[in-house]
């Protein structure tokens, strides 16, 4: 990467080295980054991480809207009445779940 580029990871923490990243980082080889995932979430309070001044770090939110929490709420409430109705079949989304 260029010294002038930012690394976003809004994807899952294990497709980033961390210990690189954090490197890359200290020396300037990349002007910063912005991770909404880590390798170990929480991120622990004693994680190098928190202490980079060019580093964003947010809650693993980055994929939530209001209309995702809307969703979110309407798919628990669909599931607590399949659930109350003995159904075995659960939805996730867009697919059905059959719990084992």
Same mark, same amino acid.
């Given at each position: 990467? /260029?010294? *002038? =580029?930012y690394l976003i990871n809004v994807?899952?923490? /294990? +497709?980033v080295d961390e210990l690189a990243l954090?490197?890359? %980082?200290k020396t300037g080889r990349i002007a910063g980054a912005?991770?909404?995932? $880590? +390798? @170990?979430? &929480? %991120?622990? =309070? $004693? *994680?190098?991480l928190w202490d980079?001044?060019?580093?964003?770090?947010? &809650?693993?939110? =980055?994929? @939530? $809207?209001r209309r995702y929490e809307d969703n979110v709420i309407d798919l628990l409430l669909e599931n607590l009445d399949r659930l109350w109705r003995g159904e075995a079949e659960l939805k996730?989304? %867009?697919c059905e %779940?059959?719990?084992r």
């Open positions: 990467m /260029k010294p *002038s =580029a994807a899952r923490g /294990k +497709v954090l490197d890359a %980082l912005g991770l909404d995932c $880590t +390798v @170990e979430e &929480p %991120l622990p =309070a $004693t *994680s190098p980079i001044p060019n580093a964003l770090i947010t &809650p693993h939110t =980055a994929g @939530e $809207t996730n989304g %867009l %779940l059959t719990p």
